[in-house]
């Protein structure tokens, strides 16, 4: 029998999760449709700092302790070329002119933000219209440039720390000589 929905440990688990990470979200600035939007104009980096840092942090741990000999299972999905191109496009167009992501949109509701409801809402109606003509999609699109489950490291030979420790260097450099949000709240 499939249920609807996962048992109760996992859902009050996956709620703690996602009230960290909206509080995160929120304490990292990026919940600001000022702050989101001024990433696109190239005048507040706030965005690029908080995913880069997430990014290399989460790698780096990831990584670090599989080197160590921890059986951390990585669940990669697979690449689809053509699928990816144009979900990419979707979400950028999205974001660009809702001024969130799923998840700051949501992280935005939260924090009082009445605007991000109609672009939920919108997300949701995108994605119920998706799970509809997903065989459809997989049949036409998601099988266009299908590579199946690869990793960059993997493609090019190299450990994956290889390429984390430069990257978290460069970032360390980079990072802090961009333009970030200063105000302590950016919407004002």
């Not at 507040?44 to 700092?49: A, E, R, S």
């Not at 950028?92 to 672009?119: E, F, N, W």
């Amino acid at each position: 029998m499939n249920a609807w929905f996962a048992d109760p440990t996992t859902l009050v688990l996956g709620a703690i999760t996602g009230l960290v990470f909206g509080f995160l979200l929120q304490k990292g600035g990026v919940t600001s449709f000022n702050v989101i939007v001024n990433q696109f104009r190239f005048k507040d980096f706030t965005v690029l700092k908080v995913m880069m840092t997430a990014i290399i942090v989460g790698g780096l741990g990831i990584y670090g302790m599989r080197a160590m000999g921890m059986d951390i299972a990585m669940h990669v999905k697979g690449t689809e070329l053509l699928g990816n191109a144009l979900g990419g496009l979707i979400f950028g167009v999205g974001m660009v002119l809702l001024g969130y992501c799923p998840g700051t949109a949501v992280a935005a509701i939260g924090a009082g933000s009445r605007h991000a409801i109609s672009g939920v809402l919108g997300m949701l109606i995108g994605a119920g219209i998706y799970a509809e003509m997903y065989p459809w999609a997989k049949a036409h699109i998601l099988s266009v440039g299908s590579i199946g489950k690869v990793t960059i490291p993997e493609q090019i030979h190299l450990s994956p720390l290889v390429l984390l420790v430069p990257l978290a260097i460069g970032a360390a450099i980079v990072l802090p000589r961009l333009a970030g949000s200063t105000r302590a709240n950016p919407d004002t």
